[in-house]
């Protein structure tokens, strides 16, 4: 069962504009989000963060956004840049058990047109 | 001065084999992991390991075993590979897992079992 869901495989988006990218998980024990960038034939790379008793990390041009509600996180880039084309991993840890192992969803692959 | 790294890069061989992948980190972490990437792209955690505990995901095969000779380092031996077992294995470690969630992956390593 996927604990957390990235139901956007790939987004296009124009040079400039703002990339937004969704993330839905189900195991509301979590209380830490990361999301991680990935370029092909390396590995993931930290990118960045919020705790659950935050709603909004800024950090840059990235923003993430956490809707504990609506168990909803979502990670904003203004302006967007070729150079942020890659696959974005959303993951999440604290899953209540003492678990500092990270639960990540499938992806999400950005495509920023210049 | 790559932070974590891995090999081989590349590993192909023939099912029924026992093969070895090696991971370092120059970090000075205290927990490393182990990550298995499918050909769904989904990234599960294998194990993670520090000098105190090794926990293992459930779900994974006793074939593999994560070795750790010292606190750099942390490799994955498996043995009798089927051909279930091709992927991309990524190697990770993090700072005391209990005070960061952040994890610094390597290049990850590319296994084809024929």
């Known amino acids: 069962d996927q604990q957390v869901k990235q139901n956007s495989p790939s987004l296009s988006v124009q040079e400039g504009r703002i990339s937004i990218l969704n993330c839905d998980y189900t195991n509301s024990m979590f209380d830490y989000f990361l999301w991680y960038k990935k370029y092909p034939a390396e590995g993931p790379t930290f990118l960045i963060s919020i705790s659950s008793i935050k709603d909004k990390n800024e950090d840059g041009r990235f923003t993430v956004f956490l809707n504990k509600s609506a168990k909803h996180l979502s990670l904003h880039i203004v302006p967007s840049q070729p150079g942020d084309s890659a696959v974005y991993f959303c993951a999440a840890s604290g899953d209540g058990a003492g678990s500092y192992q990270l639960t990540f969803g499938k992806g999400t692959k950005l495509s920023v047109i210049p | 001065d790559t932070a974590v790294s891995q090999t081989p890069k590349y590993l192909v061989t023939q099912m029924g084999n026992d093969k070895s992948i090696k991971c370092e980190q120059n970090?000075?972490?205290?927990?490393m992991y182990w990550y298995k990437q499918d050909s769904k792209k989904f990234l599960k955690i294998m194990f993670s390991?520090?000098?105190?505990?090794?926990?293992i995901n459930e779900t994974v095969p006793n074939r593999f075993s994560p070795k750790s000779p010292d606190k750099a380092h942390l490799n994955l031996h498996i043995n009798s590979l089927e051909l279930g077992d091709s992927a991309v294995y990524f190697c990770a470690s993090s700072q005391q897992a209990e005070i960061s969630y952040e994890q610094y992956f390597g290049p990850g390593t590319r296994l084809t079992v024929t």
């Open positions: 390991y520090n000098n105190k505990e090794l926990i």
């Open positions: 970090l000075g972490h205290d927990t």
